[in-house]
């Protein structure tokens, strides 16, 4: 049988669950009208930068893509004012986990992160056979990174940190994630372990009270590893692409190992015009900010718990209904949610903020579903 020849690692791998997409939907459930409110997209859209930008490009997809992303490097470096050695491209934030568990991870390594954190992190370590070691949250949904540099030890390869999280929402501090970084002992390799610091939702998170920018602990981190993507306020969820800041010798195994198109032609010009898109951020950012707080009004005169989030979504629960049920009945009435299952969260759900009309139709049928 063809499972003696496939990786032990690989055997009872369970895939990645993705939110519905509207077309499927519509297609299952014979629905006319469909709103996605599953995988933190932007309901803004795309940045018209980068559709801009891709109109001008299409006529050269025959062409292999610039395999370094030497011009979005520039934009990144010019942007964030870091030398273009200190920066990684890959397909989407993704896969960035992915390479830095390909070039870190061994099967005797154990890697460390929060419990409700993103699941990508756990499945690379599964992926590559190392330990996953899983430190429960502090009360409130909060990465305890207390807890986290203490169950680093002699054998702690790297620990995993999102900031804001997904699904929680919930962010550490400056100064938790300061005092973090000094306090993490050194393992067998007599060097602290790689850690990386996922901020996907960095753009809606920066306006929060004393929200750390994780490339101010850079300089002074050599074991730092700080990632971003496209997919979130950019609205380039669908071409893939995200970056990372890392010493010069970390940047350099990752791009090494990485393969050599991963950023496709299109991703690359869209996501370099998009960096400069400071009307799309601030569009978004508001809109996020402004629509959160009619969300919260909302659930609190509904009396459904729910988490404060610095980013663009808010984890809720529906007990006494399973998640998985609120999110079945959500579905007949055409809007999808995320059932938190996978996060070993089944009473709760995590909405994406929409637009103002979508976020009024979901408190509508979220009345309807709960009664
Ligand atoms: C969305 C997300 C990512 C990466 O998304 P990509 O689309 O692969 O760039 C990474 N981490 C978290 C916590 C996310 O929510």
């Given at each position: 049988m063809i499972k003696k020849l496939v990786r032990k690692t690989c055997l009872g791998f369970e895939p990645y669950v993705a939110g519905k997409p509207v077309e499927t939907i519509k297609r299952e459930l014979g629905l006319k009208s469909v709103i996605k409110m599953?995988?933190?997209?932007?309901?803004?859209?795309?940045s018209s930068k980068a559709i801009k930008a891709i109109k001008e490009n299409i006529e050269k997809i025959f062409f292999y893509p610039d395999s370094n992303s030497y011009l979005l490097k520039q934009a990144l470096s010019k942007r964030y004012r870091l030398p273009a050695g200190n920066i990684f491209t890959a397909a989407g934030g993704d896969e960035i986990i992915e390479l830095i568990a390909k070039v870190f991870f061994n099967p005797e390594d154990e890697i460390v992160y929060s419990k409700h954190s993103f699941i990508r992190y756990g499945m690379a370590a599964k992926l590559m056979g190392s330990k996953a070691v899983v430190v429960p949250m502090k009360e409130g949904f909060t990465h305890d990174l207390k807890a986290m540099a203490k169950a680093?030890?002699?054998?702690?390869k790297a620990v995993f940190i999102t900031n804001?999280?997904?699904?929680?929402?919930t962010y550490n501090t400056k100064s938790e994630l300061s005092k973090f970084l000094k306090d993490l002992p050194e393992n067998n390799f007599e060097v602290k372990p790689i850690v990386i610091l996922d901020e996907a939702y960095y753009e809606y998170a920066k306006i929060e009270k004393d929200y750390p920018d994780g490339l101010t602990f850079l300089k002074d981190n050599q074991n730092l590893i700080v990632f971003r993507t496209f997919s979130k306020i950019y609205g380039l969820a669908g071409l893939r692409v995200g970056y990372g800041f890392a010493n010069a010798a970390i940047a350099d195994f990752i791009e090494r190992t990485r393969?050599?198109?991963?950023?496709?032609l299109l991703a690359q010009v869209a996501a370099a015009a998009a960096i400069d898109d400071l009307e799309q951020v601030k569009k978004s950012q508001k809109l996020v900010k402004a629509e959160k707080a009619f969300l919260y009004k909302e659930f609190a005169k509904l009396k459904v718990p729910f988490l404060k989030s610095a980013a663009n979504f808010i984890l809720f629960n529906c007990a006494p209904l399973k998640g998985k049920e609120f999110f079945t009945r959500m579905l007949k009435e055409g809007i999808i949610t995320r059932p938190m299952d996978e996060y070993d969260l089944p009473d709760w759900v995590r909405v994406t903020v929409g637009l103002h009309k979508e976020n009024v139709l979901f408190v509508e049928k979220l009345k309807k579903t709960i009664r």
């Open positions: 599953a995988s933190n997209e932007n309901p803004l859209g795309a680093c030890g002699p054998k702690t804001p999280n997904n699904p929680t929402g393969p050599p198109f991963n950023v496709n």
